[in-house]
């Protein structure tokens, strides 16, 4: 049982991480600066679950917290890194008062990294809750807003930006200590915090909608799920790494509206078990996810040609998702040109989506995780042929994420490591849980895509 803290865990996606990690069996302590609704909120949950007070710009604070969870439970294994506040304002920077970027950045980037770094002294003076865990997880709360500037939030953007970067220094200096660190970048959120921006006349939801290729905003629960996987065992290999979850919006990149629709009304795929093919499942990467998924309760089939993939989807009546592995072995090759390279890599994982893409379009679901290796995101990971092979895989990956998310099918690109193992983050990628995460690109290699200056720490 892990003992798991939330902090701006009152309300929107604090409460939603809240309850989703107690629905796992978790025990969770509730932070928030209201201290009412989070004492009530706690007492919702259950009597095993507590709540405390927490200003996070307040520098006692993060000692306090975390002295509180050590003082009721002896260890803490999860941080959810959540407290985080809004200019709401509308204000222009020529405008901007000193004082209100300083309350800002105190909350959602020094009180996160107080937090954060008093989490991690506790965190090193334990051993793991269950052999082969790690000692702590922490998931820093990012944003949308981090990757893209929003006129009059100048404050907001430039704090979620500095999580980012911090985030990527606390994974790679920590993990060699047993811990995890990543982030979680929302989108547009319906939380309360983004019906107060609609209620000010600071965003239109059908213009925002409009350039989301999903064609709405997430939920809370959505990022709750987000969350909890990042802190589960199928993010291993996940270090200093962003996971974004905003429907595809930050992937987009055209200028007339995203959500439109190629195919089908988007649907809730139906009841049973899901249909699952791996295409490339000769690879390494593609075997571990032919056994993630077998593991997660799927119905899985590996796909030797594009034909076997529509022959799957014919005989099961449905297609839910696609592994698309072909080719992900050997892009370290010395001896390989770029012409192998796509071929191999880029030209077969294309003509296995294809076929994929029409099924799903057809039935308004589905999900294709695009698999390739390090070298999509970094530099020196692999030669000139295999880097430019695995770049162009992954951005295809968002491509079809614009493309068909009129539709309701999501595409993402994982970026896999020598030696990792994906099959449980396929398993997420691919199910209803990951529901808002499309047209991404994720790393999952060990911190080399975010490590400039040496080699990454050892993980566990």
Not at 214 to 219: D, E, K
Not at 284 to 295: F, K, P, V
Not at 318 to 328: F, K, Q, T, Y
Request: with cysteine; hydrophobic share 50%.
């Amino acid at each position: 049982m892990r003992v798991v803290l939330v902090t701006g865990g009152a309300s929107g996606i604090g409460w939603a991480c809240a309850r989703r990690f107690a629905a796992g069996g978790d025990v969770v302590v509730i932070a928030d600066i209201d201290a009412a609704a989070a004492t009530s909120r706690a007492a919702s949950l259950g009597p095993q679950h507590a709540a405390i007070a927490a200003d996070v710009a307040d520098p006692a604070t993060a000692a306090a917290v975390i002295g509180f969870v050590l003082a009721r439970h002896g260890r803490i294994d999860v941080l959810v890194n959540n407290a985080g506040i809004i200019d709401s304002g509308g204000t222009q920077i020529t405008d901007q008062p000193l004082e209100a970027l300083r309350r800002l950045l105190g909350v959602n980037l020094i009180g996160m990294e107080r937090l954060a770094s008093a989490a991690r002294a506790a965190m090193l003076g334990q051993t793991p809750v269950t052999a082969g865990a790690p000692r702590g997880v922490i998931v820093n709360m990012a944003s949308g807003a981090a990757l893209r500037a929003i006129p009059l939030r100048n404050g907001y953007s430039a704090s979620k930006a500095g999580v980012l970067a911090m985030t990527r220094v606390q994974g790679v200096a920590w993990a060699a200590d047993g811990i995890w660190v990543n982030a979680l970048a929302p989108g547009y959120i319906r939380t309360d915090l983004v019906d107060e921006l609609i209620r000010r006349g600071r965003v239109d939801p059908s213009l925002t909608e409009s350039r989301i290729p999903l064609g709405r905003m997430g939920r809370p629960e959505e990022m709750a799920e987000a969350v909890f996987f990042l802190a589960s065992p199928a993010a291993r290999g996940m270090v200093g790494s962003l996971l974004i979850a905003d429907g595809a919006g930050s992937a987009y990149g055209a200028s007339d509206a995203a959500p439109v629709q190629r195919g089908a009304a988007p649907r809730a795929a139906p009841e049973g078990t899901p249909v699952m093919v791996v295409s490339g499942a000769d690879t390494a990467m593609g075997a571990a996810c032919l056994r993630g998924l077998a593991a997660a309760g799927a119905t899985v089939i590996a796909a030797a040609t594009p034909a076997d993939i529509a022959a799957a989807a014919q005989r099961h009546g449905r297609l839910d998702g696609l592994v698309n592995a072909a080719g992900s072995d050997g892009l370290d090759a010395d001896d390989a040109d770029l012409p192998q390279q796509i071929a191999q890599h880029l030209e077969a994982q294309f003509l296995a989506a294809q076929v994929a893409g029409r099924i799903m379009l057809a039935q308004g679901f589905g999900a294709v995780l695009n698999l390739t290796g390090a070298a999509a995101l970094a530099a020196g990971v692999a030669p000139v042929a295999g880097s430019a092979a695995a770049g162009a895989v992954a951005m295809f990956a968002r491509s079809m994420a614009c493309e068909w998310g009129g539709s309701g099918v999501r595409v993402n690109a994982l970026a896999v490591g020598a030696g990792i193992d994906p099959g449980g983050a396929a398993a997420f990628l691919l199910s209803p849980a990951a529901g808002y995460v499309s047209g991404s690109i994720i790393a999952m290699d060990g911190g080399r895509s975010v490590l400039s200056s040496k080699e990454p720490q050892a993980w566990p």
